[in-house]
């Protein structure tokens, strides 16, 4: 059998604003002396992988999109495409990422994208880097699309919202990071609410049989209580990541898997 290109790949979910638990994975992973040697990432995911595959700590990243409020990532916009349109995470990454093209990035990255035109998932990984994990994060309904070369492409979530795809037969190890977990809901009522529990509905599907193919899957149940639009908890939800992650690395096997010490508890 060949040697694998990479020897740790992390995937991350769509999600929204529970993208935020990602990073509290990650600051785990990272206290236990895991770090990933390629990332790929749909919408929230890809919001998150671009900016630490640049350099920057989950600590930096959550202090840097936790700036603000709810209408400083989205601007109401006329609803021919989109009701809203996605104004503060383009500012953020223009004003916070070093590298402009994914050859420029500290860990290679994966991004995944839905092309409308084609019907079909689009894995991006060189080029420019800002129309891509854009397009990524861009909401059918909610989010206006984004054109790249004539083609319209929206949220990789609604085709793939875990993308393992672009790595998974490159890596020795894989971790997933699912932050987008389902459940009951009593009440739903508004379009932007529908519009939104419609898309986490679609998203949550072969979730159950992707996870069987990661060495180590963190999924944490808690975040059903979170609304996909609502950054305003990010706190909360980077610790639940977190202390998801925690839990999950001190599981024997895991420990032998990755060649661990048994991780601190918090």
Do not use: W
């Not at 390629?38 to 995911?45: D, E, H, K, L």
């Not at 854009?134 to 790249?148: D, E, N």
């Not at 699912?178 to 898309?199: C, D, H, M, Q, W």
């Amino acid at each position: 059998m060949p040697e694998k290109e990479y020897r740790i790949g992390l995937v991350l979910s769509g999600g929204g604003a529970r993208g935020f638990a990602h990073l509290g994975v990650i600051e785990a992973l990272n206290e236990a002396g895991i770090f990933p040697d390629v990332i790929s990432g749909t919408s929230a995911g890809a919001i998150i992988g671009v900016l630490y595959a640049d350099g920057l700590a989950p600590k930096e990243i959550l202090k840097i999109m936790n700036g603000g409020s709810r209408l400083d990532f989205m601007r109401p916009t006329l609803p021919r495409e989109g009701l809203l349109q996605i104004s503060g995470i383009l500012k953020i990454l223009k004003s916070s990422l070093r590298a402009k093209k994914f050859s420029e990035l500290k860990i290679p990255l994966f991004v995944a994208a839905t092309d409308l035109n084609n019907g079909k998932a689009v894995y991006f990984s060189d080029g420019d880097l800002f129309d891509p994990v854009i397009a990524s994060a861009s909401i059918p309904v909610l989010f206006q699309p984004v054109k790249i070369k004539d083609i319209s492409y929206v949220d990789g979530g609604v085709l793939d919202n875990l993308p393992l795809r672009p790595i998974e037969n490159k890596c020795r190890i894989l971790i997933g990071s699912f932050v987008n977990p389902v459940g009951y809901l009593e009440k739903i009522s508004g379009l932007i609410n529908i519009a939104e529990r419609t898309f986490m509905l679609s998203m949550s599907k072969e979730i159950f049989e992707k996870a069987k193919k990661f060495d180590l899957f963190i999924a944490p149940l808690e975040l059903r209580k979170y609304k996909i639009l609502d950054p305003e908890k990010a706190n909360e939800l980077f610790k639940i990541g977190y202390i998801a992650t925690k839990e999950k690395l001190k599981d024997i096997n895991v420990e032998k898997l990755i060649g661990l010490k048994p991780a601190k508890s918090i």
